[in-house]
């Protein structure tokens, strides 16, 4: 969500070049207390919970036979990069999964830390790092089920980089989520002139509309980096209520999921849930 990632890279698929952009750095850190204000500067963030998290949720679920009433997604490895404070990873945690978090940005991993650790589940379930995605790699090498990457693609300086590391800490089989805007006029006029300078939806310079990723390219890079496209979806941010909602159009923002060719996609719940996972309260699927 929101998180800053800078890919500078000498040889395909180097794991050990990456750099955060400095002065993007600075301007989330200086927001980086306000993640959990649900009416502040991510407020757009809180309520596209609404829409992503039962997205991921029924995706995982319709590719599975198997399941944990209370606890749909038990089992599944989850991997959240960009994290910022912890928006989607609390509500994936309350749904049952394992999740890690990752963000270059530290003050965001100690807001993350600071705000899970009120949930004794949450606090067990949830992990975060002060990392970039390629820092990772070589220790997580196939190790996650599933990769979540929300508003964080249009940020990467390497796209192709950052999706070839996708590929690689991602199980045979295993699904990549990603939100992001499209690049269009409309986008432009809208996300940025609109949303950030007029109505302040989201903080002034946020985003560069030339890093915004038309879905045809990334569905092209997905492709031909060993990724099988199921699913584009456009998504819509209506400003007056303060809500997301899924539309036909792309031309805005977006939502994608893809399987990483291999084994084809197994049951994710062959454990036996344990005394705290039965115990704890019924999974909800809203904003964290």
Not at 270 to 284: F, G, L, M, N
């Amino acid at each position: 969500q929101l998180s800053l990632f800078r890919f500078t890279v000498k040889r395909p698929f180097s794991t050990s070049h990456s750099s955060v952009d400095s002065k993007e750095m600075k301007k989330f850190q200086l927001l980086a207390h306000k993640w959990w204000d649900e009416e502040g500067e991510y407020a757009a963030l809180h309520s596209m919970n609404d829409i992503r998290v039962p997205f991921i949720r029924d995706t995982l679920l319709s590719m599975s036979s198997n399941y944990h009433r209370g606890n749909p997604l038990f089992g599944i490895k989850i991997l959240d990069v960009g994290c910022g404070g912890g928006l989607l990873s609390e509500p994936l945690g309350r749904l049952g999964a394992s999740v890690t978090g990752i963000d270059p940005v530290e003050d965001n991993i100690t807001t993350a830390d600071q705000h899970k650790s009120f949930d004794p589940v949450l606090a067990k379930r949830i992990q975060y790092k002060s990392s970039s995605l390629e820092e990772i790699v070589e220790e997580s090498m196939e190790t996650f089920d599933v990769i979540v990457a929300s508003e964080v693609v249009e940020h990467v300086a390497d796209l192709e980089t950052f999706i070839k590391c996708c590929s690689q800490v991602l199980k045979p089989g295993g699904s990549l989520f990603i939100t992001t805007i499209n690049k269009t006029q409309l986008s432009y006029v809208l996300g940025i002139v609109v949303a950030e300078k007029i109505m302040g939806i989201v903080p002034e310079g946020t985003h560069e509309w030339e890093k915004f990723v038309p879905p045809e390219e990334l569905e092209h890079l997905l492709e031909s980096n060993g990724f099988s496209v199921k699913t584009v979806n456009g998504m819509l941010y209506n400003p007056l209520s303060g809500s997301w909602g899924w539309v036909e159009s792309t031309s805005l923002n977006y939502a994608v999921h893809a399987v990483k060719s291999g084994t084809q996609a197994r049951s994710h719940t062959t454990d036996t849930p344990s005394e705290t996972d039965i115990e704890q309260r019924p999974a909800t699927a809203g904003t964290a």
